[in-house]
């Protein structure tokens, strides 16, 4: 038994021990990912309300998250008395765990991904990250103690209205591929040339809200209103505890991100990647890459300590490295137009990555610039809007996007021709759902009256 | 060999959190135990190469009806709840069922020993790149064979459904 169960894990290391690198590799980055993600988002919000943020540790705050992380570790860890002590210890790992199981599904740009090719592909990421949910509600529970509870029953609340918004979006964007598979998915915006977020826009819209809603950030951030329950589910939790808490609500965010922007964003594409004329665009990014770094050697002798200059030089440095390393595809086929063979994987490996990792990076900078300029909802209009609008929108639209694409194969559109009967099923749909809120309001408005009425009757 | 050791695995799993589920006092321990069970049996069936089954299995029973599950037991005051009476007074007839269950699956065996052709079929082994995406596999089989018992079941549980709206109307 002993050895035929060595010599199934033999088997199994050698058929897939890339993928175990590649996870092994992801779940040590991600923390540090994480913490310069938290780092923006404290320098976007600190720029969106004039001041300047974390500038202490580091030339401009840029060691900052290492510091948070030391700290975090360190810090005493706290369990409740009366904590459920077992549920406890479990409810922050099932978050993160979830979080990081699926980031394998996820495939960023066309070389790098660690689940590769399975058929489920986008239905694997959308369903493990769903269990996140467990971490929340278990944890609230076992803190035993009110506030908790409060925000775990919240967060479980809000995440069951609206799945079934976001599961209606996937859907709509889906009927144009009719694959499952994330690679299939790129591969079927590449071929019609043009993005789902154009050909589906109440879709877009549709998850990008339900999407905001399920990673409870602002402005549907209830389940840790800090004005009304302390910190929600977190509140009992300290240390490494939260911290993973922590970990797990920005995993989310990428995973969200990363779905939105491989099924409406065409994932790894470059802008117009079918366009010959607009090729020129691939050396943006080399470019961009390299005027930061001139930007950070130019700042250098304004730093006031001889450790933050050269902390800035090596960030200056990085910079140029990653620039050589995006530029070196693009700029050998141009000296030597023989090696434009050899070096196109190379080519779609390294520019389909940065384009992803800058798609994401934009949907969770539209995330942090929500949060700072929303206020926060309230229950119950939370729930209208999930239940009286969005999931009625995603529903209609989704028949509407089936019609449109029943007419569209009828007149033979493709690509940006199917824009003709998309666009008006789009409209439609905005409408009709328009049209059922006026209605319920208006209905609402009527039984309130009569309500009224009664009371000062009686 | 890595298919059977994955097999005992996740059916081990899925015994023996069934059997802590039911002999959990705690009522939200029995939920992570049902939880557990459900995602072994995910395991299973991505075992067998059924991964659309494991992610709907996935989606559907951990991620939609256990969340309702925890949800409604984190509304219900269960310390008042646990002082009235259970419905656990059925035990001579769960016996009874049990062990009829239990001596149905035994003759499946035995026949299936004993006389080929009967008892439990018998599949023909396929090679794992020779099977059909099973995405495709289960809907081609849902919208073209099995159309007449997929809408009926549809429309069954759009009625629950009606119902259920229409019940919790009536209460308000």
């Known amino acids: ?458 | 060999m890595l298919d059977k050791v994955l097999f005992y695995f996740f059916a081990g799993i899925a015994v023996a959190s069934a059997v802590l589920m039911v002999t959990r006092r705690n009522v939200v321990h029995s939920a992570i135990f049902l939880i557990t069970a459900l995602l072994a049996t995910a395991g299973i069936f991505l075992q067998l190469r059924a991964e659309f089954l494991f992610i709907v299995q996935i989606i559907l029973y951990v991620g939609g009806i256990m969340v309702l599950f925890v949800f409604v037991i984190m509304l219900v005051n269960l310390d008042v709840a646990l002082q009235q009476i259970q419905f656990a007074r059925q035990k001579w007839v769960a016996l009874i069922v049990a062990l009829a269950l239990a001596g149905q699956v035994g003759v499946m065996f035995w026949t299936s020993g004993k006389m080929p052709g009967q008892g439990l079929p018998v599949l023909a082994a396929a090679a794992a790149e020779h099977l059909p995406p099973n995405s495709e596999a289960v809907a081609k089989s849902l919208f073209s064979t099995y159309l007449l018992p997929f809408e009926i079941a549809s429309v069954l549980l759009l009625v629950a459904m009606i119902g259920a709206v229409v019940m919790a109307k009536k209460r308000t």
């Open chain 1, 1 to 458: 038994m002993m050895n035929a169960a060595l010599q199934a894990t033999l088997e199994f290391l050698k058929l897939y021990w890339a993928p175990l690198l590649c996870g092994v590799a992801v779940v040590a980055i991600l923390p540090l990912v994480v913490g310069y993600i938290v780092l923006v988002e404290r320098k976007i919000m600190a720029d969106m309300q004039a001041r300047l943020g974390p500038m202490r540790v580091g030339p401009h705050g840029l060691l900052q998250p290492i510091a948070d992380a030391v700290k975090l570790l360190i810090k005493e860890d706290i369990i409740p008395e009366n904590a459920d002590k077992l549920v406890f210890w479990l409810a922050p790992v099932l978050s993160v765990g979830a979080g990081l199981l699926s980031l394998a599904g996820l495939a960023i740009g066309p070389a790098f991904q660690i689940a590769q090719d399975i058929n489920i592909g986008i239905l694997f990421v959308v369903g493990i990250s769903a269990l996140g949910i467990f971490g929340i509600v278990l944890g609230g529970w076992a803190s035993n103690s009110h506030y908790s509870l409060m925000g775990a029953l919240r967060s479980s609340a809000q995440l069951v209205s609206y799945e079934t918004a976001a599961g209606m979006a996937l859907v709509s964007a889906l009927l144009f591929t009719g694959t499952l598979n994330i690679k299939s998915i790129v591969e079927a915006q590449s071929k019609e040339g043009i993005w789902f977020v154009l050909l589906a826009p109440v879709a877009f819209f549709t998850y990008l809200v339900a999407s905001i809603a399920e990673t409870n950030r602002a402005p549907f951030d209830l389940p840790e209103a800090e004005s009304e329950l302390v910190a929600g589910y977190m509140t009992e939790f300290s240390g490494f505890r939260w911290s993973l808490y922590f970990l797990a609500e920005y995993t989310n965010m990428i995973v969200v991100a990363s779905v939105a922007t491989t099924l409406f964003l065409g994932g790894w594409l470059r802008p117009f990647s079918g366009v010959p004329w607009l090729n020129f665009l691939d050396f943006v990014p080399p470019l961009l890459l390299s005027a930061i770094g001139a930007y950070c050697v130019l700042r250098m002798p304004k730093q006031p300590t001889r450790v933050q200059q050269l902390f800035m030089l090596a960030m200056a440095g990085l910079c140029f490295v990653v620039a050589l390393v995006l530029a070196a595809p693009v700029v050998l086929p141009v000296i030597k137009p023989s090696l434009r063979a050899a070096v196109a994987p190379f080519y779609a490996g390294i520019h389909g990555g940065f384009w992803f990792i800058f798609k994401v990076s934009l949907y969770i900078y539209f995330f942090m610039w929500l949060r700072f300029t929303i206020p926060r909802y309230r229950f119950d209009q939370l729930m209208r809007l999930g239940w009286h609008f969005l999931i009625p929108l995603s529903i209609i639209n989704v028949l509407l996007v089936g019609v449109a694409l029943i007419a569209g194969a009828y007149f033979h559109l493709q690509g940006w021709g199917l824009l003709l009967v998309t666009t008006p099923a789009a409209v439609v749909a905005l409408v009709a759902a328009f049209l059922i809120l006026a209605v319920e309001k208006e209905r609402d408005a009527r039984q309130e009256q009569t309500a009224a009425s009664d009371f000062y009757a009686g």
